[in-house]
């Protein structure tokens, strides 16, 4: 088992142009996440799935749009990056949550700079 | 509100010596209440969790918590340190709503030899 890939690792972009990050995870898991981590923030939720085809807004959804189209992968787009925007990005899985939360296994993270 | 406060931002303990990682929370229900590690240039891994059954939870790699619900803490810790457990530690609080899922700020361990 790959658990949780993400893709790409590493991006640069210019103020304006936009991205996809793509995140892949083949442990049959309904719920997945997208957060992004700032120094001395921890994580916050910005956006995230309960299972295929749906979606919904987390802490800081501003500036982001996602995907489920399939149930093993989730997508994070960027429309038109911002300097603000400039973070390290990770995925994560589980079983449940909500009330049930589970154990949430993350990506390896992808760092992207907006210049 | 749910919110979840790390105390220290910064630990510093000697190799052999036991840890305390400190975290309280705040939440208007009964949580699930997890402890993360994330080594340098890597994800998170799950350390342990509670959730409503024993208030002590033991993780992996000697790491224990105990869940108190009167002082709404979940404190992290360790008997004896070894070099391989520097990394930056997260206390998350979730539910009962899906979205509802708050990190710690982390608290950075730094083993000294």
């Known amino acids: 088992n790959a658990g949780v890939t993400q893709t790409p690792k590493f991006r640069v972009l210019k103020t304006g142009q936009s991205m996809t990050l793509l995140c892949a995870q083949d442990?049959?898991?309904?719920?997945m996440y997208w957060y992004r981590q700032d120094p001395g923030m921890g994580l916050r939720l910005i956006h995230y799935?309960?299972?295929?085809?749906?979606?919904a807004k987390g802490e800081v959804p501003d500036g982001y749009n996602v995907s489920r189209l399939k149930k093993q992968n989730f997508l994070l787009g960027l429309e038109s990056a911002a300097p603000s925007q400039t973070s390290v990005y990770f995925c994560?899985?589980?079983?449940?949550?909500?009330?049930?939360?589970?154990?949430?296994?993350f990506g390896p993270g992808t760092r992207l700079t907006v210049l | 509100a749910q919110s979840v406060t790390q105390l220290d931002s910064h630990v510093s303990v000697s190799e052999g010596t036991p840890v305390l990682l400190r975290c309280n929370y705040s939440s208007s229900y009964s949580p699930s209440l997890f402890w993360y590690v994330q080594h340098p240039n890597k994800g998170l891994q799950l350390l342990l969790k509670y959730t409503s059954a024993a208030t002590l939870v033991k993780g992996i790699n000697g790491f224990e918590a105990e869940f108190k619900k009167s002082e709404t803490s979940f404190h992290l810790t360790k008997p004896s340190a070894h070099m391989s457990d520097a990394a930056e530690y997260f206390c998350v609080v979730s539910g009962p709503r899906d979205d509802k899922i708050i990190f710690g700020k982390g608290t950075r361990l730094h083993i000294l030899p």
């Open positions: 799935s309960v299972g295929e085809g749906t979606t």
């Open positions: 442990m049959n898991h309904e719920y």
């Open positions: 994560a899985s589980s079983y449940s949550g909500g009330p049930l939360a589970d154990t949430q296994y």
